[in-house]
């Protein structure tokens, strides 16, 4: 059984940075796309950044050039360093592990971010 575990979020002022961290169990993180998402009040959860095996990134638009998303693959965990945060970052945010080749993904519990003066 796959458990993702996200920790980081919390409550930082605009401008200011966060960064989230996302630890996975067992043994297919390596084969596994990986991805950050959010979810804010009464909307629908979205896509933040995603890595592949390989290291390719993409990004959703309205986070490009301030947030990054990295892994390591050693420690099974993968990162999002957020900066220059904003109001309309405050969000439930999530983790996910698509495994390559499988029909089955796996969420974290999910970790809150609110930016507030």
């Known amino acids: 059984q796959v458990q993702l575990v996200e920790s980081g979020g919390g409550l930082v002022q605009p401008g200011g940075p966060l960064r989230l961290s996302c630890v996975a169990s067992g043994s297919i993180f390596k084969i596994s796309v990986m991805g950050w998402y959010r979810q804010a009040l009464g909307k629908q959860r979205e896509l933040v950044a995603r890595i592949t095996i390989g290291g390719s990134t993409n990004y959703a638009d309205s986070v490009k050039g301030r947030f990054t998303i990295s892994r390591d693959n050693a420690k099974n965990t993968v990162y999002l360093q957020m900066n220059s945060l904003k109001p309309e970052d405050t969000a439930v945010y999530y983790c996910?592990?698509?495994?390559?080749?499988?029909?089955?993904?796996?969420w974290g519990q999910g970790t809150q971010v609110t930016v507030s003066s």
């Open positions: 996910n592990l698509a495994p390559t080749g499988w029909n089955k993904d796996y």
